[in-house]
C-alpha cells in the first residue's frame, strides 16, 4: 500500500503525519517515529518504509508544522555549512514538551484506523527525536510498550523539560543506543540518564556505538551502514518483543 498523508490537529493546528502502511491486510502494532532535526525528507520517509515493511504501521509526524513550509533540507549540503543558522529557527519551533503534546493528536488519529493491533505503541526516535520519545512516553505511560533513541541528544538536562526527569512515569521498555563521538550526549550525561531510569525501576538497555552522532541516517556524512544494521536488528527485536506479543 502506498505511504499516506493526512492532517491531524493539534492544540496548536494542523500537523502533517505520514504513514507507512505494511503491505498486505491485517491488523499491525504501531510505531511513532520521531524525526531528526534535519525534518521530513526522502531518507525519513525511507527509513519509515523499511520499519513498516517488517510489519509496523508507521506514523511520521512533521513536528516542524508550527514553523510552517520549509525544505526538505539536503543534510550533506546543511552541515556543510552553518547548519545551527538553518535548522535553529525551525528547531526552536518544538521541543520535548510539544512534541509531547502532538503525541495526544497522534495517538487519537491511531485509534481512529482500524487496522492497528492492540492499544500499545512504540516509538523511535533519532538525534532531538530520541529526547521527544521518551517525553511522549513519559507522558502517556499506559500507551507506549517500548522506546528506541538513537544518538539522541541532551536526554538528562538541568531543563525542566529534559527526558531523565520522566523516568517515574515510563512503564515502557527502553533501548537507548547513544555515538561514541557525540557532544550532545558526552559519558556523564549517559550515567545520569541511566540512573535515572535505574531508580525508577525503568527496563532498560543502553548501548554505545563505535561511530559519530548521526551514524543511523543514511544521507548523513557520518552514515555507518554496519552500525546502522545494528541499530536496525536492535530497534527491531525490541519492537518484535514488546509489541508483537500484545497484538
Not at 536496525?232 to 506479543?245: C, E, H, P
Request: charge should be negative; include cysteine; charged fraction near 20%.
Amino acid at each position: 500500500m502506498p505511504d499516506q498523508l493526512v492532517t491531524i490537529r493539534t492544540r496548536d493546528g494542523d500537523c502533517p503525519l505520514h504513514v507507512a502502511v505494511p503491505p498486505g491486510p491485517g491488523w499491525f502494532p504501531a510505531v511513532i517515529f520521531y524525526m531528526d532535526a534535519g525534518g521530513i525528507r526522502p531518507a525519513v520517509r525511507d527509513m519509515a518504509r523499511r520499519l513498516a515493511a517488517a510489519g509496523y504501521l508507521v506514523l511520521l509526524p512533521d513536528l516542524f508544522y508550527r514553523y510552517g513550509p520549509y525544505g526538505p533540507f539536503v543534510p550533506k549540503e546543511v552541515f556543510a555549512g552553518d547548519f545551527r543558522a538553518i535548522l535553529g529557527p525551525l528547531m526552536a519551533t518544538t521541543g520535548n514538551d510539544k512534541a509531547a503534546e502532538d503525541t495526544e493528536a497522534v495517538l487519537a488519529y491511531l485509534d481512529s484506523r482500524d487496522d492497528v493491533a492492540g492499544g500499545a505503541v512504540g516509538a523511535v526516535g533519532f538525534c532531538m527525536g530520541g529526547g521527544m520519545a521518551l517525553a511522549a512516553a513519559a507522558a502517556y505511560p499506559e500507551r507506549f510498550a517500548s522506546v528506541a533513541s538513537f544518538h539522541g541528544g541532551n536526554l538528562a538536562t538541568d531543563a525542566p523539560t529534559s527526558p531523565h526527569l520522566g523516568a517515574p512515569r515510563l512503564k515502557a521498555e527502553i533501548y537507548v543506543a547513544a555515538a561514541e563521538h557525540d557532544r550532545s550526549y558526552p559519558p556523564e550525561m549517559a550515567a545520569r540518564l541511566e540512573t535515572a531510569l535505574t531508580q525508577a525501576g525503568v527496563r532498560y538497555s543502553a548501548e554505545t556505538y563505535p561511530a559519530a552522532h548521526g551514524w543511523m541516517k543514511p544521507d548523513f556524512p557520518v552514515y555507518d551502514p554496519q552500525a546502522a544494521e545494528h541499530g536496525w536488528s536492535q530497534m527491531l527485536a525490541l519492537f518484535d518483543r514488546t509489541l508483537r506479543s500484545r497484538a
